[in-house]
DNA sequence: CATCGATGTTGAG
DNA sequence: TCAACCTCGATGG
């Protein structure tokens, strides 16, 4: 589930329905009773995602971090904006983000336009507890191990099987956030695209490696590494130095498309050029959204024999070797 | 119903 | 390099 996008619309749902509002904070697991205590009963200032890392500032200098790892997830019912609502609300999301919290400086640099037409709900279970809630209470029974729920007087947020949860103050933020490579989504602008040209080209480690590190580049996992290596036809195995400048640059401006794209739709779709008819097929099957990604076996979209799976760092990396290359083997 | 694997990270060895 | 973390959908019997 959980790539940068993700992470990004959950701050987005967070601003939306929680952030200036008074949250009742539990944990009915009971694993994170003591810092559930310590939200209890107060205001979320501010809500903020840095690549994979999701940040709620609450008063008194309380931040919940919260890496959702592998499996984690939030879930949101009551009353949520969806993306319809969203769009027809316009102009900068988040509802009054008072001007001066700690994290705003983490907020998104680059405004998101929400007008797209994409308005199903963000996850199918988002649905069904909303279907259940008309009929039953509010707030709903927690289903599962909830680490947390976030509550105000209309809207829940469970949060199950995250990789990190806890309480910092903003220090420790900062050292967390000063380890994380550039998020485009956060660090915009021409430095943050220098920033990553500088750290690919300073070693030696395949470029199908250093995307996946975060602190090069926030937000790339598994999916978006395959598939930007694959659309900017490059084999995962060339040594970062061995890229050429431009190659990089249109690279960090790729993710920041898929990025832009992956938090407006809420799918990691990383194709491109479809027609209506394909843009939907693509949406309803996860298959169809990727050129390379769990395509093993099949041709390669570009018609240079089979897509691969091998194993680098520990993880499934799919790619096309007879269209990914070395740039210096002849482009 | 049991088992596997996953869009991730950490820390032990 | 690999197990552990701890969740759930997909797969197979």
């Not at 944990?27 to 995602?49: I, K, N, V, W, Y």
């Not at 220090?171 to 695209?193: C, M, N, S, W, Y």
């Not at 990089?248 to 407006?264: I, P, Q, Y």
């Amino acid at each position: 589930m959980p790539e940068g996008h993700s992470i990004h619309r959950i701050a987005i749902q967070f601003r939306h329905n929680f952030v200036g509002h008074r949250i009742a904070a539990s944990s009915p697991q009971g694993r994170f009773a003591e810092g559930a205590a310590q939200l209890d009963g107060r205001t979320m200032l501010a809500a903020s995602a840095v690549g994979k890392h999701l940040f709620l500032e609450f008063e008194d200098d309380r931040i919940l971090h919260v890496h959702l790892g592998l499996y984690g997830a939030w879930d949101f019912a009551g009353e949520i904006s969806t993306d319809a609502t969203v769009a027809s609300s316009g102009g900068r999301m988040g509802q009054t983000n008072q001007k001066g919290t700690f994290l705003d400086q983490y907020e998104e640099a680059t405004p998101l336009d929400f007008g797209g037409s994409i308005g199903a709900p963000r996850r199918l279970r988002m649905a069904e507890q909303e279907k259940e809630e008309v009929l039953d209470s509010f707030p709903p029974d927690p289903v599962g191990a909830v680490r947390v729920r976030l509550l105000t007087e209309t809207a829940v947020a469970d949060l199950r099987g995250p990789t990190a949860c806890e309480l910092l103050d903003p220090q420790q933020v900062r050292v967390i956030i000063g380890k994380l490579g550039p998020d485009p989504l956060v660090h915009a602008g021409p430095e943050a695209e220098e920033r990553f040209v500088r750290a690919v080209r300073k070693t030696a480690k395949p470029i199908g490696l250093l995307l996946m590190d975060q602190s090069v580049v926030s937000g790339i996992g598994n999916v978006y590494r395959a598939e930007l290596l694959f659309r900017a036809r490059l084999d995962p195995y060339t040594p970062g130095k061995e890229i050429p400048e431009d190659v990089l640059r249109e690279l960090w401006r790729d993710w920041a498309r898929l990025l832009e794209l992956g938090v407006r739709t809420g799918q990691m779709m990383t194709k491109d050029g479809l027609s209506d008819d394909e843009w939907a097929r693509a949406m309803a099957d996860q298959q169809e959204r990727h050129y390379v990604y769990k395509r093993h076996g099949l041709p390669s979209p570009r018609g240079d024999g089979n897509v691969v799976i091998e194993e680098m760092g520990g993880r499934n990396l799919y790619w096309a070797p007879g269209w990914q290359i070395r740039p210096e083997a002849g482009r």
